[in-house]
């Protein structure tokens, strides 16, 4: 579950917007980037694709955040409108072309900085080979820190059904890790 301090500090933030302050979207947006972009750049494989995304969240969220009935909620909330942001990019068939072309200028531009460390390459990589529903699943608990309950609600799907999900993903990202490396060490959650 993310930090006690993001979650309070985000209910605050929303009540300011629902309240007519609208400065307090930019506030959403500091607090929420980092970790929704990162979550967005597991589904899909470029990070110019993870930046329109991105975008395009980000203005859904503006136009749908005063239908939001329970502040707290804000985070489920946002994932699921960054989730079904993703899909429906996903499903658009020329969107696999643009995303070679992306994928092409971004290692032209060596935009991609995390391949400088090598640990952190090997998962992502081992990451982008698991079927969507699983990358998701992984994402979502190890990354993002979302309980298990959350995740079900986020995604709507029964709580069983995400516990199969990291499930099967843990075993194909262990099988994916130890074929390049000789330790199998069960993942940890990131803090």
């Not at 309240?19 to 470029?46: C, H, M, P, Q, T």
């Not at 992502?124 to 298990?148: G, K, N, V, W, Y």
């Not at 609600?153 to 069983?160: A, D, M």
Request: charged share 30%; aromatic share 8%; hydrophobic share 40%.
């Amino acid at each position: 579950m993310p930090q006690d301090k993001q979650l309070i500090e985000s209910e605050l933030l929303v009540v300011r917007w629902k309240r007519g302050d609208r400065s307090a979207f930019e506030g959403i947006v500091k607090l929420w980037e980092r970790s929704l972009f990162y979550y967005l750049r597991r589904l899909v494989s470029s990070e110019a694709n993870a930046w329109e995304l991105l975008q395009e969240t980000w203005l859904k969220v503006f136009r749908s955040l005063g239908t939001l009935r329970e502040p707290r909620a804000f985070p489920s909330f946002l994932y699921r409108t960054a989730r079904n942001a993703a899909i429906a990019r996903l499903r658009r068939p020329e969107f696999f072309e643009l995303d070679a072309e992306a994928d092409q200028l971004c290692d032209e531009r060596g935009a991609d900085t995390i391949a400088d460390l090598q640990d952190a390459e090997q998962v992502h990589h081992a990451l982008e080979q698991l079927p969507l529903l699983q990358r998701e699943a992984l994402t979502l608990f190890f990354l993002q820190e979302l309980s298990l309950d959350e995740m079900a609600v986020l995604l709507g799907v029964p709580t069983g059904t995400v516990k199969s999900r990291l499930h099967y993903a843990k075993q194909a990202i262990r099988k994916i890790l130890s074929q390049g490396d000789s330790n199998d060490q069960p993942l940890k959650r990131v803090s």
